[in-house]
C-alpha cells in the first residue's frame, strides 16, 4: 500500500507503487489517480520536470502504461490507456484532452448491453471491457489545443501542432499542424529551429 502523499493536496489520496517519478517532477493532485488500475511494473512514469496539473485523469487499466517525457506538461487530460501511451519531451497538452488508446466497449450492441449490466455489481462500479488496444505515440515538442481527442493506434509527429477540438484519427506527420474533425494537415512549419 502506498503512502506518498502531497504536502499541497486537496485529495487525500497517495500516488501509486508502481507510478514513477523523476525528483523533479510536479502532480498537482493524486485524485489524477482516481481510476488508476494499472499493475504494470511501471504504469506511469514521469520525466525530469513533467508536470500533470488538476483535471488530468489516468483512467489506466491493468496492462497500461504511460510516460511523459521530460518537462512534458499535461494541464488537464483524461488519459484512458489499456496498451501504451508516449508523451514526448516537451510536449504540451491542453485542457480537457482526450488520449484514448482503447474505445473500452464492444461494438455489438448486444454485448455492449452485457458489458452495461455487469457495472451495478462491481466495485467500484465502472465500465471494464476488454477491446483491443493500440499505443498512442506523441512526439517530442508536440502542441495539443484544448478539447482535442487523440484515437487508438495514433502517432503524432515530432513538432506537430493539434488545433483545438480536433478528432485525431490518423497519424500527423511532423512539423504540421492538423486542425478539424476528422483533423487534416492545415499547415506545414519549419522543422530547423529547435534548440537542443
Ligand atoms: C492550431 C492553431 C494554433 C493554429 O493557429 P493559426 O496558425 O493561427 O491557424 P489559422 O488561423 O491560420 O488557420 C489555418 C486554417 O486552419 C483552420 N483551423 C485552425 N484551427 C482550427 C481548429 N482548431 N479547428 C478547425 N479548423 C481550424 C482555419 O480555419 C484555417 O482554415 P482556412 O485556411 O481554410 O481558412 C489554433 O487554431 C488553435 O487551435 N489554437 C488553440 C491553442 C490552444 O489550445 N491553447 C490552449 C493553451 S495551451
Redesign the pocket.
Known amino acids: 500500500m502506498s503512502t506518498r502523499t502531497l504536502s499541497w493536496d486537496w485529495y487525500p489520496g497517495t500516488i501509486p507503487e508502481n507510478v514513477v517519478l523523476d525528483e523533479t517532477a510536479y502532480v498537482e493532485t493524486t485524485f489524477s489517480f482516481h481510476l488508476y488500475r494499472s499493475e504494470a511494473p511501471v504504469g506511469v512514469e514521469y520525466g525530469r520536470g513533467a508536470s500533470t496539473y488538476l483535471g488530468t485523469m489516468f483512467d489506466v487499466g491493468p496492462r497500461g502504461q504511460v510516460s511523459l517525457g521530460k518537462f512534458a506538461l499535461v494541464?488537464g487530460a483524461r488519459i484512458i490507456c489499456d496498451a501504451q501511451i508516449e508523451i514526448g519531451d516537451y510536449a504540451?497538452i491542453?485542457?480537457n484532452v482526450v488520449l484514448m488508446d482503447t474505445y473500452r466497449l464492444p461494438f455489438d450492441p448486444t454485448q455492449r448491453r452485457r458489458e452495461l449490466e455487469q457495472i451495478p455489481f462491481r466495485s467500484p462500479r465502472r465500465i471494464d471491457g476488454t477491446v483491443p488496444a493500440q499505443p498512442i505515440l506523441i512526439g517530442s515538442n508536440v502542441?495539443?489545443?484544448?478539447?482535442?481527442c487523440v484515437l487508438p493506434g495514433v502517432t503524432i509527429g515530432e513538432g506537430a501542432?493539434?488545433?483545438?477540438?480536433?478528432v485525431v484519427t490518423q497519424d500527423v506527420p511532423p512539423y504540421t499542424?492538423v486542425?478539424?474533425?476528422p483533423a487534416r494537415v492545415?499547415?506545414r512549419l519549419d522543422a530547423g529551429g529547435i534548440e537542443k
Request: net charge positive; hydrophobic share 55%.
Open positions: 494541464h504540451l491542453s485542457w502542441w495539443i489545443g484544448f478539447d482535442a501542432i493539434v488545433g483545438a477540438r480536433s499542424i486542425a478539424g474533425n492545415v499547415r
